[in-house]
């Protein structure tokens, strides 16, 4: 059993139970460890603890820890959702309808069976840039406190500094464009919020992106952001969504390939690829049903997966790259490494984007 094999038996498990179809066969011995390990790692192991629950044919203990891992993340979850409420209810009152994006906007949306499923790291709300400053003053109102603020090194950040709620000590960021200033033209700001659809949520009047702009979001982030995709490996936790946003909403995915800010540039390949990616990994299709183009994107994979230091030149020449034309746009960044508070503020992500990823 190969890495590869437990990569697409975790893929494969997430897809069954979510899109009601049964769990993989098991055809040899799992390395239950291994299967344990890539599940954290891409922060859905509360997920699989939903989808392999009652499951006979998984170890007590392995079957055990995935759900004791779900009621954790469930319990975790509520007091998201506090948080939540109390920032748009807010918002709200100073007259400002946000928009939900990511982990915040699964949850309002339901997305998934059981609110324990999604791993939500903060809260990520978008608004209007003319409303940034009320509502930086309405989160303020709500309880969340700016925590011995950082100096922001980006020349145009595209969130304000982040917050956090005293009581609830749940982070969250408010953002004025939805993708950082380098990828700006591929989602516009005022074309995401005026295409939101507007919903209740809990007695509040809050905005959920559009299915196509949430798609597109969650790849621009997730793969070309946090540069997953130059590292060969998809996250799962986002492989998840996209398939669970296709599987509710089938047209999307059509209107997304078609958007202006993806047709015709280098990052329509990257959304189709990763789309292609999302039903090998959930449909868990053998390599035989593919296509040649779409066999060569899974035989990357499979290699990026099998052997994580063979792309390592790929990640140091995307991280150089990327800092190259930072350094171009801004001449004066050469000077801010040389700070300290520069490594207090950015020192875990550098090493995060520079380093080999296992998974």
């Known amino acids: 059993m190969t890495r590869w094999d437990v990569f697409r038996f975790v893929g494969a498990c997430l897809g069954s139970r979510l899109f009601s179809r049964p769990l993989p066969v098991q055809t040899s011995p799992m390395p239950w460890p291994l299967v344990v390990e890539a599940a954290d790692h891409h922060l859905v192991a509360p997920a699989l603890g939903w989808c392999v629950r009652g499951e006979e044919c998984i170890p007590v203990d392995v079957r055990q820890c995935f759900e004791t891992l779900l009621d954790l993340n469930r319990r975790r979850n509520v007091i998201i959702e506090r948080a939540l409420e109390a920032a748009v209810g807010s918002l709200n009152d100073a007259g400002i309808t946000p928009m939900l994006l990511k982990g915040a906007a699964t949850l309002a949306e339901d997305l998934y069976p ?53 009581v609830l000590r749940v982070s969250l960021d408010l953002h004025t464009r939805p993708v950082v200033s380098a990828i700006r033209t591929l989602l516009d700001a005022s074309q995401v919020l005026d295409n939101g659809r507007p919903r209740t949520w809990r007695g509040r009047a809050l905005l959920l992106p559009d299915p196509a702009h949430w798609m597109i979001h969650t790849i621009a982030h997730s793969q070309i952001t946090d540069g997953h995709y130059w590292r060969g490996i998809p996250r799962l936790r986002q492989i998840l969504a ?118």
Do not use: C
């Open 114 to 166: 059981d609110p324990g499923i999604r791993v939500v790291g903060d809260l990520d709300l978008l608004v209007r840039e003319r409303d940034a400053e009320a509502a930086d003053a309405a989160l303020e109102r709500a309880g969340f406190r700016l925590e011995a603020p950082l100096p922001n090194f980006d020349r145009d950040p595209h969130h304000l500094p982040p917050r956090v709620h005293t």
């Open 242 to 359: 996209l398939g669970a946003l296709a599987h509710r909403y089938p047209k999307a995915l059509n209107r997304a390939l078609t958007h202006d800010g993806l047709a015709h540039t280098r990052y329509r390949k990257i959304f189709a690829e990763t789309m292609l990616l999302t039903d090998v990994l959930l449909e868990g299709k053998p390599a035989a049903m593919l296509s040649e183009s779409a066999a060569r994107v899974v035989e990357r994979t499979r290699m990026a997966v099998e052997h994580p230091a063979a792309r390592r030149w790929s990640v140091y020449r995307q991280f150089v790259a990327r800092n190259a034309r930072r350094l171009i746009e801004q001449p004066r960044f050469i000077m801010r490494p040389l700070r300290p508070s520069f490594w207090v503020r950015y020192g875990a992500r550098v090493r995060r984007r520079a380093q080999i990823e296992r998974w």
